[in-house]
Nanobody, 120 residues
Framework: QVQLPESGGGLVQAGGSLRLSCAAS????????AAWFRQAPGKEREFVAD????????RYSDSVKGRFTISRNNPKNMVYLQMNSLKPDDTAVYYC?????????????WGQGTQVTVSS
């Protein structure tokens, strides 16, 4: 079973930045496409960004495009989400996910989430 622990969350003021990290264990991350999702209290989980196996293709939700950047470092089994110009609406638990196909297919593995809180 692949484990995807996330780190880098925390409390930040509006306009600030955070960098989330997702560290894969159990298998090399290079055989999985990866993504970030988030879920705010009382709301449905939503897609944030994803990235193809070697990082050549990335996609973003309209709400984060231009502010967030997903990247990966396969030799280190790491996936990142750089978040800039954070807004209070970005407050959510952020989850790393992985799947064996791209751009379609179900996600096989999920991290436990890391809390991001953006204050006004």
């Amino acid at each position: 079973q692949v484990q995807l622990p996330e780190s880098g969350g925390g409390l930040v003021q509006a306009g600030g930045s955070l960098r989330l990290s997702c560290a894969a264990s159990g298998r090399t991350i290079s055989i999985y496409a990866a993504a970030w999702f988030r879920q705010a209290p009382g709301k449905e989980r939503e897609f944030v960004a994803d990235i193809s196996f070697a990082g050549s293709t990335t996609r973003y939700s309209d709400s984060v495009k231009g502010r967030f950047t997903i990247s990966r470092n396969n030799p280190k089994n790491m996936v990142y989400l750089q978040m800039n110009s954070l807004k209070p609406d970005d407050t959510a638990v952020y989850y790393c996910a992985a799947r064996r196909s791209y751009p379609g297919g179900e996600y096989d593995y999920w991290g436990q989430g890391t809390q991001v809180t953006v204050s006004s």
